[in-house]
């Protein structure tokens, strides 16, 4: 049960903490250092409504800011610190931000940020030195008033999508303008649904510039829970961290399930994740075999979710559910689904179609009224352009995204089908399917595989061969390629469209 939608928890207790460098926040920390940076961007100019850019390594300033946004009727927007300056600059100018804060290590990202950008007023640097053109973090909060200038009111995180199919997308919902601490729907289900509570531990293994890790972190502390905050996935070290810390809840992706399962039994069976109550895994469909594996190992704590940043709608499955519905991303606790044609109309149970959420909450791509129209229907209905069908009980079961689909001799394929069958090959560490050029069938079905360190010698014609034996002959890749390392983000979600980009320039649909 949450007990408070605030900071003003156990003073003492560790808000966060970073295993990577030992940095950690206790909530006094927390909430005396957000509720003075908010009153020093008041003091700058910064005003409810306007936006703050978070550009920071994993490090405790990330909470500060987020917090003094929240908590003062900000948005606030991370920024991948990965960007090129112009991309990430892009960003900045269109959410609109009035303040940026960033850090030592990315000063001159940072620098390149203002130069493009004139409209930010306040810019403030995590640094142990003087910077020209930017205020120290710590020094700004150590001199600014305890109290605020306006009466603190809820803000609104406004993230930017990954930009795997496109350049990144605002999704802008409104501010509500209710008092702080009123909290906002995502902290009610995620206590109703995954018995977030006071006490509980919650690892994040990927960066905070991405939505879940930031937002279930965030979650987290609203009810006293502890958050450790990884800066990368790496699959040994956090089978340590959950014994280490005792976690209790676990934000994950399938494809981390993958690399845990293709790790050593020694190396599996060394650390001991019994303290874990609630492993939630999401960001794509999880291979069945994968899941069931996860299973026999962690028992029954593995839940699933569907849903996007847009907030439209939600779906969850639990363990047993999954059990009588396998491959399911469950039903809805927030909005209800519909199947729907390319005219439209709504599909009965059973057939594939693109998943709509009907009654979820309201978004809008930031000054994108095309995008945000084509996201809608007359209805008012909206999707996140993935495709699924329903079962007979009502569980969504996700096909793919709509434009990662293979038109290939006039028939539709669905990647992620065929990567799932690839992914289990134990020579296979990753594996990516694309269309590349054909000028017989339009498109060819390619698949871009990263072999394990013991996969090498493993051929084309023996994945082709595996794929044969548990697909239609139709849908397994007519080529395979080989590489090094596929492009995921840190959140695991696959770089498709850089594998098409790099493909398109030659028939053979490998890289030039």
Request: glycine residues 10%; negative net charge; aromatic residues 8%.
């Amino acid at each position: 049960m949450v007990t408070s939608q605030d900071l003003s928890h156990a003073p003492d207790a560790i808000a966060v903490v970073f295993p990577d460098t030992g940095e950690q926040l206790t909530y006094r920390e927390l909430d005396d250092r957000s509720s003075r940076l908010a009153r020093a961007l008041q003091d700058r100019g910064v005003r409810p409504g306007d936006t703050v850019a978070i550009l920071l390594p994993n490090i405790g300033a990330y909470y500060v800011v987020a917090w003094a946004a929240q908590r003062s009727g900000l948005r606030f927007t991370p920024v991948n610190r990965h960007l090129t300056a112009a991309e990430a600059a892009y960003v900045v100018e269109d959410c609109g931000a009035t303040a940026l804060v960033s850090s030592d290590d990315l000063v001159d990202l940072a620098r390149e940020i203002c130069a493009a950008v004139p409209g930010i007023r306040a810019r403030v640097l995590v640094a142990d030195g003087h910077h020209d053109g930017f205020e120290q973090l710590d020094t700004i909060i150590a001199a600014a008033h305890p109290e605020p200038l306006f009466p603190e009111t809820e803000g609104i995180a406004m993230f930017y999508s990954s930009g795997t199919t496109g350049r990144p997308k605002g999704i802008t919902r409104e501010l509500t303008g209710a008092p702080f601490g009123t909290g906002g729907p995502m902290d009610g289900l995620l206590a109703s649904a995954y018995g977030f509570a006071p006490g509980m531990v919650l690892l994040t293994p990927a960066p905070l510039y991405h939505a879940a890790p930031l937002g279930w972190g965030m979650a987290a502390q609203r009810c006293g829970g502890t958050v450790v905050a990884m800066s990368r996935f790496e699959p040994v070290e956090m089978l340590r961290l959950v014994e280490t810390f005792a976690v209790t809840h676990l934000l994950v992706v399938p494809t981390m399930f993958v690399r845990l399962l293709k790790l050593p039994e020694d190396a599996r069976r060394t650390f001991d994740p019994s303290s874990l109550r609630m492993v939630v895994h999401a960001a794509a469909p999880c291979p069945v075999p994968v899941k069931r594996a996860m299973l026999d190992w962690w028992g029954p704590v593995i839940h699933e979710f569907y849903a996007g940043s847009e907030g439209n709608g939600f779906c969850a499955i639990g363990p047993q559910e999954w059990l009588a519905h396998p491959g399911s991303v469950g039903r809805p606790l927030l909005g209800s689904v519909h199947i729907v044609d390319d005219e439209g109309v709504e599909l009965p149970v059973g057939e594939v179609g693109t998943v709509y959420f009907e009654g979820g909450g309201r978004f809008s791509y930031h000054r994108d009224a095309e995008k945000t129209a084509s996201a809608h229907d007359a209805r008012g209905w909206s999707t996140l352009g993935d495709v699924g069908r329903l079962d007979d009980d009502g569980y969504l079961h996700l096909v793919d995204r709509r434009s990662d689909l293979i038109i290939t001799g006039g028939v539709n394929v669905y990647p992620q089908e065929i990567e799932n069958v690839l992914v289990l090959h134990p020579a296979v560490g990753d594996a990516a399917v694309i269309g590349v050029p054909d000028d017989d069938l339009g498109r060819r079905v390619h698949a871009v595989v990263e072999l394990t360190e013991q996969g090498t010698g493993t051929t084309a014609e023996e994945l082709v061969a595996y794929c044969r034996e548990r697909l239609a002959h139709f849908k397994c890749p007519r080529s395979v390629e080989f590489t090094g390392a596929l492009p995921r983000l840190p959140t695991g979600k696959l770089l498709r469209r850089v594998l098409i980009a790099e493909r398109e320039r030659t028939p053979s649909g490998r890289p030039a």
